[in-house]
């Protein structure tokens, strides 16, 4: 006697509810949310199955939380149904406009902020894509708002105006999470509870328009932040002082200014709980001038464990005529990161140099570093190969201590390098 079959049309109510639920695992963070894509909506594309599976799926709505309007495609009808069908339920909205679409006029973009409005009481997940156009009218409907629920909030706007823009100022008490990228938001009055923050494009450099003072006063207000991002394209004489005794992670983009430029950022920040350092944008002089220091007359990171330096864009300086490698010694971290573990070094110029003077016969100790991970790009990586090699083994001569170094070779297309790996190194020593 055969056993009875059970096709999925068959399955109970609760049991195509979960099926459906188990389709929007991947959704629910979608770190790359900025591209659109056509990702498989588990609950639309079963709700039109049959009369039972839309009786099933219409029915719950925990599964119409996860909104993503697109105005380029012209219109707000859908975005209607999720709200509707969604009832009570707390909702994460992805609300984007192309910034290569010239087609979304200002009504749309309007309309379909105001239907949200009346539910961003139920909204713990905010993430916004837009162009210039319409966008400061756009953002200006949350200004009065209250968003009790609010947890995780983006904005990405592609050179909006540089005047403070105000949003929820009734209120957001539960907000963990918040990226900024392209304009200022005016913080609201209430102590934030975030402990993740990502202010980008700092492009300003006019000293009547202080940035850095407003970046610095609203993480003034941010008594559990850990995790800051920050765009530091110009540091004023009178710069302001990033006092934060709760921060962990530490990742700054700069310009590929002087050499003394990377020292000046650090000197800016105060973070005792440190421990993990990453720069974006700088140049193997800079490094030196930095780690050549015995002091940071104004900074302390006694916690600090890992340190990164990359750079996305080609680099030049190896090959120019009239510029030679890093002359500053590099001295102990002792002083100035007495508890660094971790080195990284990628993309960077002079990255040969900067090794032979870290770890070469003439350099200071370095104790408590146990790692050191570096990657060339392709005319360079068997030069920093050999150099390695010539340290390692004279290291081992003489009885030293040796760090564990890592090399890989960068692809020829640096935009192709996954800066959170995986990562396989083509060289161990």
């Given amino acids: ?36 894509t056509t990702t498989f909506k588990s609950e639309w594309t079963l709700s039109q199955l049959s009369q039972r599976f839309r009786d099933a799926i219409v029915g719950a709505p925990a599964l119409w939380t996860l909104i993503e309007t697109d105005f380029s495609e012209g219109s707000v009808e859908i975005l209607n149904l999720y709200l509707e069908r969604s009832r009570a339920s707390k909702l994460s909205i992805i609300l984007r406009q192309h910034l290569s679409s010239r087609a979304v006029g200002k009504r749309l973009l309007l309309q379909g902020t105001n239907h949200i409005i009346p539910h961003v009481h139920r909204i713990q997940r905010l993430r916004i894509l837009l162009e210039k156009r319409w966008a400061w009218d756009m953002l200006a409907l949350f200004r009065d708002e209250a968003a009790p629920h609010l947890q995780h909030l983006e904005i990405v706007c592609a050179t909006l105006d540089e005047t403070p823009l105000v949003m929820f100022s009734s209120g957001v008490p539960r907000l963990d999470f918040l990226k900024i990228d392209g304009f200022v938001l005016q913080s609201p009055a209430a102590a934030f509870a975030l402990t993740h923050l990502e202010l ?29 991002q920050l765009d530091v394209n110009w540091v004023p004489e009178e710069a302001p002082r990033f006092l934060i005794p709760t921060l962990k992670y530490l990742r700054i983009s700069i310009p590929g200014e002087d050499a003394d430029y990377l020292l000046t ?40 464990t890992s340190l990164t330096f990359f750079l996305r864009d080609s680099c030049m300086c190896e090959s120019a005529p009239n510029r030679n490698h890093p002359s500053h010694t590099i001295s102990s971290p002792l002083a100035i990161f007495p508890a660094l573990s971790r080195l990284t070094l990628i993309n ?16 200071h100790p370095w104790p408590l570093l146990k790692t050191i991970t570096l990657g060339a790009a392709n005319d360079s ?24 170094v890592q090399l890989f070779q ?20």
């Avoid at 973070?271 to 050549?292: C, K, M, N, R, S």
């Fill in 200 to 228: 980008r494009k700092d492009r300003c450099i006019d000293p009547a328009y202080p940035t850095l003072n407003q970046y610095a006063a609203l993480t003034a207000q941010c008594p559990l932040l850990e995790h800051l």
């Fill in 265 to 304: 950022v650090v000197g800016i920040f105060d973070a005792p709980a440190l421990t993990e350092l990453v720069f974006d944008g700088t140049h193997g002089d800079q490094i030196a001038f930095l780690l050549g220091r015995k002091t940071l007359p104004h900074s302390i990171f006694p916690a600090l």
């Fill in 348 to 363: 960077q110029c002079f990255t040969k140099h900067l090794i032979q003077d870290m770890l070469g016969p003439a350099s």
């Fill in 1 to 36: 006697m055969s056993a009875p079959t059970t096709t999925i049309s068959s399955l109970p109510y609760e049991l195509l509810v979960a099926i459906a639920a188990a389709g929007q695992e991947d959704r629910v963070a979608e770190s790359n949310w900025e591209i659109h």
């Fill in 410 to 429: 960068l692809p020829e297309v640096f935009e192709e390098w996954n800066e959170n790996g995986p990562w396989y190194a083509e060289r161990s020593w």
């Fill in 381 to 404: 990586f068997e030069g920093v190969g050999a150099a390695i090699e010539d340290i390692v083994d004279s290291k081992r001569q003489r009885g030293e201590p040796v760090p564990e």
